[in-house]
């Protein structure tokens, strides 16, 4: 068999999936392959109102030094959010002004979050520093996820509003 048709079926094949993938970009599907949430396809709806508490976000972490280093221990992934970091899918939990304290749990308004136990190191003994706690700033978001492991809110602290990208709807999802 010739090189000619076996290239020609690989290129067509790669320009498919390429197709596939940026109509998928394009029209906000995403796969999520952290244990957060459930894995699979996702898709951003945009959203027409105020975010509230209880709305499932994706949003683009901030160029922190905190998000660096997530990036460098593998918590986050590269995407293509600003400084090439993948979004998060996380839910929101308080939103500006609402008091977040930090202890051996999460508390907002003094009523304490569930799954919110707040780990010194992670799965691989690595350091983990929660954030101080406080009220959340304007134009702020706490972010939460129940999953055990969350690289979240716990140690990052609120992020910006602004890099919100719309609500996480599941698509085709499924718990490992």
Known sequence: MSRRPVMVLSGSAFAAIAAVAAAGWIGGYRINFTPSYPLGLWRIEALERTVSVGDLVFICPPLTPAFATAFERGYIRRGLCPGGFSPL??????????SVDIGGHVSIERRVLAHSEVHRSDAEGRALSPWSGGAVPSGYLYLHSDFYGSYDSRYFGPIPASGLLGLAHPVLTFDP
Request: proline fraction near 0%; charged fraction near 10%; glycine fraction near 10%.
């Open 89 to 98: 899918i996380k839910t929101v939990v308080a939103t500006a002004g609402q």
